[in-house]
């Protein structure tokens, strides 16, 4: 069983710069999200997916667009990268946001110069 | 104030040893609540989910106490494998799950 698969693990982009982390799960979850975790200050809710078609925004949403077409991937977008957007980004998913753990992506490490 | 507050440690204990965390939230009406665990440069995987009448699973322990807003966290019989940052988790809504920026546990020989 793959679980979630997140790619790419690293990218340097330059100030400016847009481009689509993905995401794919083949565990058949309705929910999707990311997180991105900087140091001190745990994950934070990007953008989430309660199911194909539906995306709505986290806690931390500016600067990032995601789209949900199928239910199997759920990419995300930096549209013009900024140097706070130096992060480390997890996708995650789940049978159900409230009652049941989230399986993690293995990560992406983005820095931005 | 946090949302979420946890005592980042680190925790430095034997081998051995019994440790216990805790967790403590804002929002009474939360309604899940789960323990990670996260290695250096991984992703988190779930440890346990908590439940309102405590769980246990092997040396881990879990439970929740509403009256006072808190979760924790005791490990007995502490292994090496056991060093990791543990995070908690709490759910209050879809748009709304917050995670502890997470206690580091060292274990030593």
């Known amino acids: 069983n793959a679980g979630v698969t997140q790619t790419p693990k690293f990218q340097v982009l330059k100030t400016g710069q847009s481009m689509t982390l993905q995401c794919a799960q083949d565990?058949?979850?309705?929910?999707m999200s990311w997180y991105r975790q900087d140091p001190g200050m745990g994950l934070r809710l990007i953008h989430y997916?309660?199911?194909?078609?539906?995306?709505d925004q986290g806690e931390v949403p500016n600067g990032y667009n995601v789209s949900r077409s199928t239910t199997e991937d759920f990419p995300l977008r930096l549209l013009s990268a900024a140097p706070s957007q130096t992060s480390v980004y997890f996708c995650?998913?789940?049978?159900?946001?409230?009652?049941?753990?989230?399986?993690f992506g293995s990560g992406t490490r983005l820095t931005v110069v | 104030r946090k949302e979420v507050e946890q005592d980042p440690g680190p925790f430095n204990v034997p081998e051995g040893a019994t440790v216990a965390f805790n967790c403590t939230y804002s929002?009474?009406?939360?309604?899940?609540f789960f323990w990670y665990r996260q290695d250096c440069r991984k992703e988190p995987k779930l440890l346990m989910s908590?439940?309102?009448s405590g769980n246990e699973d092997g040396r881990f322990t879990a439970q929740l106490n509403r009256a006072s807003q808190y979760i924790s966290l005791l490990i007995r019989d502490s292994k090496l494998s056991d060093s990791a940052t543990y995070l908690c988790?709490?759910?209050?809504?879809?748009?709304?799950?917050?995670f502890g920026s997470g206690t580091r546990l060292s274990i030593r020989p």
């Open positions: 995650a998913s789940s049978y159900s946001s409230r009652n049941y753990g989230y399986t």
């Open positions: 565990m058949n979850h309705e929910y």
């Open positions: 997916s309660v199911g194909a078609g539906i995306t």
């Open positions: 929002n009474s009406a939360s309604q899940s």
């Open positions: 908590v439940y309102s």
């Open positions: 988790v709490v759910y209050n809504s879809a748009s709304k799950i917050i």
